[in-house]
């Protein structure tokens, strides 16, 4: 299995972060190069992600979703 960890330290508040990251329809608004994310964060439940780097061919995964704890981790 794969996996991906990333860490980064920003000036807002968890909750702030937390808006962002499970409100999947906004991700093109700020990340074009996601097109689509849809499906819950919740742990458990399985994404589906439409990725599209800019002149390259689009890629979709259906991640699953290990931890999605508010505020906290996802």
């Known amino acids: 299995m794969y996996e991906i960890r990333t860490e ?10 937390w808006s962002t990251l499970i409100h999947f329809n906004d991700f093109p608004e700020w ?3 996601v097109r689509s994310i849809t499906g819950i964060a919740k742990t458990g439940e399985q994404l589906t992600v439409l990725v599209q780097p800019n002149g390259a ?3 979709k995964f ?3 979703v290990l931890n999605a704890s508010p505020k906290q981790e996802f």
Request: proline share 16%; glycine share 0%; aromatic share 6%.
């Open 57 to 59: 061919k689009a890629m």
């Open 8 to 17: 980064i330290d920003i000036n807002i508040t968890p909750e702030q972060v």
């Open 62 to 64: 259906q991640p699953k």
């Open 31 to 33: 990340n074009p190069f």
